[in-house]
């Protein structure tokens, strides 16, 4: 019967939720549901400006109808409720505009616990529409609003949630004083933060400053506000009260500990940053029995003081801080806190100071003085902490001095991480006979005496790190003695010898053990270790790595079992090592360049199943792509890139691997289509299948089933057809480059949902179309290469947002003006609009282009003169404005200078704010270089060929002494070459040539040493030639067209020039009288002749193809010449004005 009744209740509770029509079967209330969306609307949230969904780590607002899915929702299990909202920093990064709350909109959410609303520039709520309106809310027991603009009018309408437990106003807009009488309310508080506000205290109109009413509050955080002393007496009544930070506030004088003597349970308190002289207790009450942890951060402290003298009455301290104060002259007298365990002093100044001697501080067991500034007397003063077992130095502002560190025989515990250490500091290291733990990462040592003393007297040794040093040699023997030794770091020294014979056999207690980036000879089978039986995580990256012959270790199974392996190095060149097949535990393996010439090795996988990372890059593995025949769950990081895989792509590749994120089978052979079931891969952030020879387009389901995918590359395939479809779903995609392949169509359309892509290269492509109007609505978007394609149309109007740094668009038909188009791309470093059929000026406002380093503009059809806005660019490396029909005279004022991201000794920096990977074309030497990656940090050049320019060359151009190329050729320039081009000392390209220019070749340009091309051809330049240093390496074509130049290497009398002597008419007719010539027999040889020698040259550029390939090359170069020489000689060509061209 109760079973009937059970069920009869059970139906009646559906069928009342069916009769509400409000909780479908998948889970999700459709009133709440309706109100999540209203509240979308008036938080104005766009997953573009969500932090966490650019993360990957929220799906908030998503399409989804079951809103319990979403990730800023969480719902009860058993009601379907929304329980929690998780708002904070919806709002979006860049929206900072104040607003107002309407907080009616949470009413459909009776059942919230959990409120989250920081960091969303909230200024209040409307009027009549604040938290007051939640006050039926029974469950509600979490709210934080830190991080916005509430003032203190908020408390009156806080203060009817009764339910509260959690309160945060942590940086807000409070100020002055609070009614208390507005927190007295919230009796079932908890946890109230009220931190970096600018609250003065507290008061009421009924007179009490006290909260007596808040005896649940265990936790109240005050700190930065401006709190006077009249603090305590408002909070004294808080017995429940386990925390109280009030530390940067305005507290001076003595501190009355009688204050907290109502705080019975107070275990935490801090003072920091106050002007406290003394605490202050009374005969019968020392301090609060259970305050263990005390803050007493950012003080001075001069001589004997007081403040810590006084400390002594807090009699169960456990824990001090004391950090970032300044000590000066100070004797740190704490031997009345018996009880103290642990002192952090880390970022401090101990000038002239020292502990007391006379102290009985002999129970603190742990000292933090890192990132602090200290002397040898307060090193030495150390002794009197008898019980220290760690103590931490890392990252002093000071050089260790060199007597060392007295005798402390508890010690456990030494950390010199980052510190500078005089290598006889440590020569004494030996007498720390109870050390278990020394390290010391990146200390400039460089002497390995204290290895070979002190440091084998360490048998109780259990961890060293000395990485990150300058230690050379082989490795010391004492390490031998080191039996105890679990953990050791090598790494990033200059360490040699044979690992087979190093002191490293003898330490069979290891577990961890790396030797990356040193010079160590490790043997492939690492027979060394085979008796490690405890060794778990071998490092050996970066040394030579080379097989070891030796028969008898072929048959030996290794004692260990691996979770951690990495022998990439160099050298090897051979078969997988024996004993990886005896390995089950392996989680990470890494055997890149060492050459290994097998086939996959799916039985890694088989054998290995925790695998999580392989690692195979830049081998010689070859083959088809074998994949074992069973689903591995674990692996997550797979990388065969660079190697000499064949065949196609596995098929289901991703139904055997479906949990991989990170995906790398580059520079490979691969050939077919790509495999649809990557779709399965729902965790896969980044696949590169680049530089293979696939074919086909890319699978519907990738772009539909890859939902978490970052990063695709695909570039430099032979892949075809629509880029996307329309179901494509990648919308976290922040890199996508597909450069390189056959794709056709337009530039589609779903890449717009695309709200966080930052690189996008579609160039050396077939695609046509228009530049879409919605790429300059993606505020992400950093690099942009659509070069190489057949894209058409007029530039879009209002293009560029604030972000974006790099535009390729060359070699398309774009054409119109550039007066609208890029109108606020104020961030971009790299413009390339070459060949394109570009109209119009250069706008004045391209001088706002502050960052622009690359301005390449050449073979289009812009006019006028160069504007002067651009001598404001001071970080142009390169501009390339030739082949257009610029006028005017050349700017003084331009400026051509080494690229902002080159070093100072010449490397490139890292931190360069995006990749330069992508190729510029720019004219140098007469031929047309591709500059990519860091080599665009070491070139830079202004060419401004094949326009109209007129006018003298400014001599202000001699003063760009970075630049590498000049090319002014085949423009109207007049006057002399200025003298001041001799301060171009990088130099190595000067083309003047096709202008008018006049005068000599100045002498001082011989000091030009890195000159490697010099052409003035076809100008009116006279005198001799210079024939010294570089100028004796320049030919006759770097001078011809200079009717009044003579000298090497013209044609001409290398010394003088002088008229033939003249002939009588008579000895004329003579000589034509006593010739004789066969009209016929001359006009028959010669075609026979002419005949042979074409059929001759023919046969010869037919089977010398690198000979064929310079005839036209030749022919092409004439053509041109002949070509700007008509264009730019028309006008005197048409005064009969005779010139020598194209001889």
């Known amino acids: 019967m109760e079973v009937i009744n059970e069920f009869l209740w059970a139906l009646l509770v559906m069928m009342v939720l069916l009769l509400r029509g409000s909780w479908p079967s998948y889970g999700c209330w459709e009133t709440e549901r309706i109100a999540l969306l209203q509240l979308q609307a008036h938080f104005n949230y766009s997953p573009q400006f ?105 408390l009156s309408s806080l203060s009817h949630l009764s339910s509260l437990k959690y309160l945060y106003l942590y940086e807000n807009e409070m100020k002055g004083r609070i009614d208390i009488q507005e927190l007295n309310n919230l009796t079932n508080l908890k946890e109230l933060d009220l931190m970096a506000n600018e609250i003065e205290g507290f008061n009421s109109l009924h007179g009490a400053e006290k909260l007596p009413n808040m005896s649940n509050l265990e936790y109240l955080y005050l700190s930065y506000n401006n709190f006077g002393n009249d603090i305590l007496s408002s909070i004294k009544g808080l017995s429940s009260l386990k925390t109280l930070w009030i530390g940067y506030n305005l507290l001076k004088g003595p501190f009355n500990l009688t204050e907290l003597d109502a705080m019975s349970n107070l275990e935490e308190l801090s003072l920091s940053g106050n002007n406290i002289t003394k605490f202050i207790s ?47 002259g100070t004797i740190l007298s704490l031997g009345a806190l018996a009880q103290l365990k642990t002192l952090y002093m880390t970022g401090s100044n101990f000038k002239g100071t020292i502990f007391d001697q006379g102290s009985k501080v002999i129970n603190v067991k742990e000292l933090y003085l890192d990132g602090s500034s200290l002397d040898e007397n307060l090193l030495q003063s150390l002794e009197v902490l008898s019980s220290l077992r760690v103590l931490s130095l890392g990252e002093l502002n000071c050089t260790l001095p060199i007597q060392g560190l007295p005798h402390l025989k508890d010690l456990e515990y030494l950390h010199l991480d980052y510190s500078i250490v005089n290598s006889n500091f440590l020569q004494s290291i030996g007498e720390l006979s109870s050390l278990q733990t020394l390290s010391l990462r990146n200390c400039g040592l460089n002497s390995t005496t204290f290895l070979n003393q002190g440091l084998c007297e360490l048998i109780h040794l259990q961890m060293l790190d000395i990485s990150y040093n300058d230690f050379s040699g082989s490795l010391p023997l004492s390490l031998v003695n080191l039996t105890s030794l679990q953990w050791l770091d090598l790494s990033s020294n200059h360490f040699i010898g044979n690992i087979s014979s190093s002191p490293l056999r003898g330490l069979k207690n290891l577990e961890h053990l790396s030797l990356s980036n040193n010079l160590f000879q490790i043997p492939i089978s690492l027979s060394s270790f085979f008796n490690h039986s405890k060794l778990k995580n071998l490092d050996a990256w970066g040394n030579k790595i080379y097989a070891e012959f030796e028969p008898n270790h072929h048959n030996l199974n290794p004692m260990f079992q691996l979770e951690m392996l990495i022998l990439s190095g160099r050298v090897y060149c051979g078969a997988f090592p024996k004993f990886l097949y005896h390995q089950y535990n392996l989680q990470l393996v890494d055997l890149s360049h060492i050459q290994i010439k097998e086939g996959f090795p799916s039985w890694l996988l088989h054998n290995n199943t925790k695998l999580e990372e392989l690692y195979l890059i830049n081998n010689s593995l070859s083959g088809p792509l074998q994949l074992p025949l069973h689903s591995y769950m674990n692996l997550s990081y797979l990388d065969i890139s660079d190697n000499c895989f064949i065949g196609s792509i596995p098929i289901k590749i991703g139904t055997y691997l479906p949990r991989l994120t990170y995906v790398n089978m580059s520079i490979n052979g691969f050939n077919g289509s790509i495999p649809s079931s990557f779709g399965n891969m729902s965790l896969l952030e980044s696949l590169d299948l680049s530089n293979n020879r696939l074919s086909g387009g890319i699978p519907e389901y990738l772009t539909v089933g890859c939902v978490s995918l970052f990063e695709l590359i695909l570039s430099n395939n032979s892949l075809q057809g629509q880029i996307f479809s329309r179901t494509f779903n990648l919308r976290f995609l922040g890199e996508l480059q597909l450069d390189g392949n056959q794709f056709t169509g337009s530039i589609p359309h779903s890449l717009s949902n695309c709200t966080f892509l930052r690189v996008l290269d579609l160039s050396h492509n077939d695609i046509s179309g228009k530049i879409p109007w919605w790429l300059g609505d993606m505020s992400y978007l950093e690099i942009l290469d659509l070069s190489m394609n057949n894209i058409s149309g007029n530039l879009p109007s209002n293009f560029c947002h604030t972000n974006i740094q790099k535009l390729y668009l060359s070699r398309n038909g774009l054409q119109g003006s550039l007066k609208d188009a890029f109108y606020g791309c104020f961030e971009l470093i790299v413009l390339d609009l070459s060949h394109n059929n570009v109209t119009g000026s250069i706008p004045p406002w391209i001088g706002k282009f502050s960052q622009l380093s690359y301005l390449i503009l050449g073979h289009n059809n812009i006019e006028a003169k160069i504007p002067i806005q651009l001598c404001n660019l001071t970080q142009l490396s390169l501009i390339d404005l030739s082949h257009n029909h610029l006028s005017g005279p050349i700017l003084p004022c331009l400026r051509s200078t080494s690229s902002p991201y080159r070093q100072q000794d010449g490397s490139y920096n890292a931190s360069a704010p995006v990749s330069m990977d992508e190729p510029l074309e720019f004219t140098t030497k007469s031929i047309s270089y591709s500059y990519q990656g860091s080599m665009l940090s070491y070139i830079s050049g202004i060419d401004l060929s094949c326009n109209h320019l007129t006018g003298r060359i400014p001599t202000e151009i001699g003063n760009l002494n970075e630049i590498h190329v000049l090319n002014l050729s085949h423009n109207s320039l007049t006057g002399e070459i200025p003298a001041s081009f001799s301060n171009l000392h990088q130099i190595e390209s000067l083309d003047l040539s096709y202008n008018n220019l006049k005068g000599s070749i100045p002498s001082q340009l011989t000091e030009l040493n890195f000159l490697a091309v010099f052409n003035v051809s076809y100008n009116n330049l006279s005198g001799k030639i210079p024939d010294v240093k570089q100028f004796a390496t320049f030919d006759e074509s770097s001078y011809r067209g200079n009717l009044f130049l003579y000298g090497c290497p013209l044609m001409k009398n290398c010394t003088e020039i002088s008229l033939p002597p003249s002939k009588s ?45 310079a005839w036209f090359y030749y022919i092409e170069v004439s053509t041109n010449n002949c070509y700007y020489f008509i264009i730019d000689n028309l006008a005197f060509l048409s005064k009969f004005r005779f010139c020598n061209f194209c001889k």
């Open 1065 to 1109: 008419r008579t000895s004329i007719e003579n000589k034509e009288s006593s010739c004789f010539i066969d009209k016929d027999a001359f006009h028959a040889s010669f075609g026979v002749t002419y005949i042979m020698v074409l059929l001759v040259i023919a046969a010869i550029l037919y089977i010398n193809p690198y000979w064929r390939q």
């Open 282 to 328: 009374s005969r019968e009450i020392r301090s609060p029995k259970n305050l263990s942890i005390l803050y007493l951060d950012d003080i001075t402290v001069e001589g004997r003081s007081m403040l810590l003298e006084s400390l002594g009455a807090l009699t169960h301290l456990n824990t001090l801080y004391m950090t970032r104060s300044n000590f000066k």
């Open 50 to 154: 969500d932090y966490n969904y650019y993360l990957g780590y929220y799906n908030y607002y998503s399409d989804d109808v079951k809103c319990c899915n979403w990730e800023r929702v969480r719902c009860s299990a058993a009601t379907g409720h929304v329980t929690q909202l998780l708002l904070g920093e919806i709002r979006g990064w860049n929206s900072f505009e104040l607003w107002y709350l309407n907080a009616s909109l949470f009413l459909p959410f009776q059942q919230l616990k959990k409120l989250g609303l920081s960091k969303n520039n909230i200024a209040g709520c409307l009027k009549n529409e604040g938290f007051e309106k939640l006050s039926t809310f029974e469950n509600l027991e979490f709210l934080n609003l830190g991080f916005n603009n509430f003032n203190t009018n908020i």
